[in-house]
């Protein structure tokens, strides 16, 4: 198939019909809206159905009862939104049911703004909601890859019946890329006989539900959960390794702001100054075996974010102390330069050479 | 005119003893059974004189753990 | 003899675990019966609430989902809209549908979701211990309104049918009570009706049921019946206020 021109938030949606999405549930937010506008044009007109739901929370228990009910589903959002979905979000991953959600982040806290932001970091990996529970999150960094990713998404979704996420900061929504829609690979999947499609007097009735009030019971249903959750870490693992041979320091980046690291690391070899890049392509899990790959030659890592520094937890949890680990970041909708991060790289190693 | 005649039967051990069946009853044939306690802890409801019984169907439409089922014929 | 009266084949054979005299008992009896009746249990999907009747999932004999407080409008949504052809209704209290669940329930009806609401209320949480609710009565007093609800402080108790019917998707709105079997029987049959309504694809339907807490009210049984006919009924008058038919 030939490459199209589309903007991100449209190219989401149309990956997602393609996975065979039927079903999207979402409330207006900037700068994600033309994902919804897009959905309740198009999937009309594929046998599905759009509802605008009158707040996020309503939009993820209507997802909830939708992916219960056995359907391909998807909602997305923007921060303080995915913020509003954390309890469906705890539900759903508590019940065990597959959905996709995208948050085309925005600077917080609070209303924060609408710039592009990687702020969501925290709230994406370590539970926004209440529980033991773990969210598969996938963070492109082009628009392929983002159309790439949600149609996977899909799949992953529904093989261990989880919820994943999508997140690309506000970049990834709004600006244009050429895009190749490729037929998915399809995993093999169960039927989803645990579904709410009506007993049909044949079979015993299904139950979706994240209630266990038998302490002994709830804890048995974590450890099946956490178990699932190994899996998902020793299989799902995604990210790229770039420019690592004798990398003197070793920079970690993810979504569009790794496209900047990409500049100033060419910036820098320019100059003789030799960096690589970590871009864990899954937030979570998050890629911790990539540190061990690290060159002999590198000095430092280097955690360059979209915020005031949350990723870099687990940066220095999967560098487990082998090197100093240094942060650089831009918050607020502030977006960093290639200078300003070739700058950073050169102030670590001791000032230009 | 033809009288009805009834029969009821209480589940005992779904019984919780809130005696809401005794107060509906039209002929009053149903009491808590004081000298007995059920599976729960509870006084049962009971009925002492079941020829009584029209088989109307109150005490069941009233309870709230669906203790009771009531049989019903039209006497001749 | 012929048995006139029997357990439904709508409920499982599981004892509800509600304090002696609760009437969420009666109402799930008459939610299965209406349901074994209109020959719908094989594609019915309920929506069970958070509060006392947060278990109604291991009692209805069909395809259940446990929702968030509050939620179940919005997650019998999201079923109804994938199944059109199945029979889908939520069963909640007032702390849940008449508090948190405001929005869910009020959008629901706004968009005349094809699904049928079982509304049940006690004037009070039930589950918490007593709290107040949004329909607790002016002067009921309640374990966050010791010295009695006040009008000044709290508002006055919320009637939910009466506001729900001016929604024009609400197409089916009466209020019930389980006080005597024959307002028992009247329940049932606007239950029924508001099944039938979904299955005619009208609209919203909802049944408000008043319903008794004698262990958070601090009465027996019989006596929570009579408090319920002397407090509950005149200010939450028994009725239909909307009907298909007027809905035109």
């Known amino acids: 198939m030939a490459k199209v021109l589309m903007k991100g938030n449209e190219a989401i949606g149309a990956a997602a019909i393609k996975a065979g999405c039927k079903f999207f549930f979402g409330y207006p937010i900037t700068p994600q809206n033309e994902l919804p506008e897009f959905m309740s044009r198009e999937l009309p007109k594929v046998g599905g159905c759009f509802v605008q739901a009158e707040s996020e929370v309503a939009a993820i228990n209507m997802v909830y009862g939708a992916a219960g009910a056995g359907a391909r589903v998807m909602t997305s959002s923007s921060s303080p939104g995915i913020a509003l979905k954390q309890e469906g979000i705890s539900y759903i991953a508590g019940a065990e049911l597959p959905c996709v959600i995208v948050n085309i982040s925005r600077g917080g806290p609070g209303l924060g703004g609408i710039q592009p932001s990687q702020a969501d970091y925290f709230q994406s990996t370590r539970g926004g909601g209440n529980g033991d529970y773990r969210m598969l999150v996938y963070a492109p960094a082009t628009l392929q890859e983002a159309v790439d990713l949600v149609m996977e998404a899909f799949d992953v ?62 804890e048995k249903h974590n450890i099946k959960l956490k178990a699932k959750y190994n899996e998902m870490e020793k299989n799902e693992v995604r990210y790229e390794m770039y420019n690592m041979d004798n990398a003197e320091i070793v920079i970690v980046s993810y979504g569009t702001t790794s496209r900047v690291v990409k500049n100033a690391i060419a910036a820098l070899k320019a100059e003789g100054i030799n960096v690589g890049l970590i871009r864990p392509i899954t937030l979570w899990p998050f890629p911790t075996k990539a540190f061990d790959e690290i060159p002999s030659t590198a000095k430092a890592l280097l955690s360059v974010e979209m915020s005031m520094g949350q990723m870099i937890d687990d940066v220095k949890i999967a560098n487990n102390g082998r090197l100093p680990v240094h942060f650089y970041g831009r918050s607020g909708g502030m977006i960093p330069t290639p200078d300003a991060i070739a700058a950073k790289v050169k102030e670590i190693l001791g000032g230009a050479r | 005119m033809a009288k009805a005649r009834g029969k009821v039967t209480f589940r005992e051990d779904l019984c919780k003893g809130c005696e809401l069946c005794t107060t509906v009853c039209p002929v009053n044939i149903i009491e808590m059974d004081r000298g007995r306690i059920n599976i729960k802890g509870y006084h049962p409801a009971t009925v002492k004189e079941m020829d009584k019984c029209i088989g109307c169907g109150n005490c069941a439409t009233i309870c709230p753990d669906v203790v009771i089922s009531v049989e019903r014929e039209m006497e001749k | 003899m012929t048995v006139v009266f029997q357990r439904t084949s709508g409920l499982t054979e599981k004892p509800f675990h509600y304090c002696p005299g609760c009437t969420h008992g009666v109402i799930h009896r008459l939610v299965g019966e209406v349901l074994e009746e209109l020959g719908v249990l094989g594609k019915a999907i309920g929506v069970a609430p958070v509060g006392c009747s947060v278990l109604a999932y291991d009692y209805f004999n069909c395809d259940m989902h446990e929702a968030a ?48 609401t079982i509304f049940v209320n006690n004037a009070i949480y039930g589950m918490t211990g007593g709290q107040m609710a949004p329909t607790t009565l002016i002067g009921q007093k309640a374990t966050t309104a010791p010295y009695g609800r006040d009008a000044n402080h709290a508002g006055m108790p919320l009637r939910v049918a009466e506001m729900l019917a001016t929604i024009t998707g609400a197409v089916f709105v009466e209020r019930v009570a389980v006080d005597t079997p024959a307002n028992i029987r009247k329940a049932k049959k606007a239950i029924k009706k508001a099944f039938e309504v979904q299955l005619e694809g009208k609209g919203f339907g909802i049944v408000e049921i008043l319903s008794t807490c004698p262990t958070n009210w601090g009465l027996t049984p019989t006596e929570a019946i009579k408090w319920l006919q002397d407090n509950m009924m005149p200010y939450y008058p028994l009725g239909n206020f909307r009907t298909p038919e007027e809905a035109k």
């Not at chain 1, 900061?169 to 490729?182: K, L, V």
């Not at chain 3, 052809?85 to 706004?110: C, M, N, P, R």
Request: charged share 25%; no cysteine.
């Open chain 1, 157 to 218: 979704a529904d093989y261990y019946r989880n919820p994943v996420m999508v997140i690309g900061d506000g970049m990834i929504g709004q600006m244009m890329e050429p895009i190749e829609f490729t037929e998915p690979k399809m995993r093999e999947l169960p039927p989803k006989d645990w579904a709410t499609t009506g007993t049909k007097g044949e079979r015993k009735p299904n139950i979706i539900n994240s209630l266990a009030l038998d302490p002994a019971e709830l």
């Open chain 3, 69 to 116: 407080h509050g939620r179940a409008p919005a997650v019998a949504t999201g079923i109804k809209r994938v199944h059109p052809d199945k029979v889908v209704f939520t069963y909640q209290g007032d702390g849940d549908l008449a508090s948190i669940g405001t929005a869910e329930i009020v959008h629901a009806a706004h968009r005349g979701e094809k699904i049928t």
